[in-house]
């Protein structure tokens, strides 16, 4: 191998890129229907009861632990709650929360106004319907064996994208989840007994959508809106 040519270290181990290689017009037919997949996809606020097997959850996970992250560090942790016990206490902390912001002004209007559209009050009856709850952390640091610490990178970039994996995964099997923030989420720290280097980032509740959920009418930006082509 040339000396100019990728890897251009002896450092770490290589193997070949397995990834699949595809015909145009599979590749045509596989960009449309996963976007037609993706368009479908909306934030649920009212799940059935009804339980939904762990190891789909398990899934999901494992599918997000895929996503690219800086050094390869994978800075997150999955936590799986889907105890009514815990599932209660999360909701009722979340809902202490909740009510200073909307009832007691701490969410400033024009917040409130922003959001106004999407139905939302201080009361989350879905995080004890849901049959799960998922919250995921960022490592914002990692701890070695011996308890030094060691810097990671671009933590918020690579949960954000295990997250967005997360959804797409959930979505692609059928389940219906919410990123859901409750604000401050300091309480999930404590409430789960997570260590001091990690911070929660989205809490997302699980399940099947209840029958006859209803979402709000929102347009999505056309693609003329969101993509600009550089033009040189
Ligand atoms: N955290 C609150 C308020 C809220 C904020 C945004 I930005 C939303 O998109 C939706 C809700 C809540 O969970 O109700």
Do not use: C
Request: net charge negative; hydrophobic share 35%; proline share 8%.
């Amino acid at each position: 191998m040339s000396e100019d040519q990728y890897p251009y270290t002896d450092d770490g181990e290589f193997v070949p890129y397995d990834g699949p290689l595809r015909s145009d017009g599979e590749m045509k037919e596989r960009a449309s229907s996963f976007y037609e997949l993706m368009a479908r996809r909306r934030s649920i606020r009212t799940f059935d009861t009804a339980p939904v097997p762990k190891d789909l959850i398990e899934t999901a996970i494992v599918t997000a632990g895929t996503a690219p992250s800086g050094a390869h560090q994978q800075p997150w942790t999955f936590v799986l709650i889907g105890d009514p016990d815990t599932k209660r206490r999360i909701r009722l902390a979340a809902e202490e929360e909740e009510r200073t912001n909307y009832l007691d002004g701490r969410m400033p209007e024009d917040w409130q106004e922003e959001i106004a559209r999407l139905g939302t009050s201080w009361q989350k009856p879905y995080l004890e319907d849901a049959p799960w709850i998922v919250v995921l952390f960022e490592q914002r640091y990692g701890v070695d064996e011996d308890g030094s610490r060691h810097k990671h990178y671009y933590v918020k970039e690579s949960v954000g994208i295990a997250a967005g994996m997360f959804i797409s995964a959930l979505h692609n099997m059928g389940l219906a989840t919410l990123t859901h923030t409750p604000s401050p989420m300091a309480f999930l720290t404590t409430l789960l007994d997570r260590p001091a280097n990690e911070r929660p980032f989205i809490l997302f509740p699980i399940g099947y959508p209840a029958a006859q959920s209803v979402v709000p009418r929102l347009e999505r930006k056309p693609l003329d809106d969101i993509l600009v082509e550089y033009e040189n």
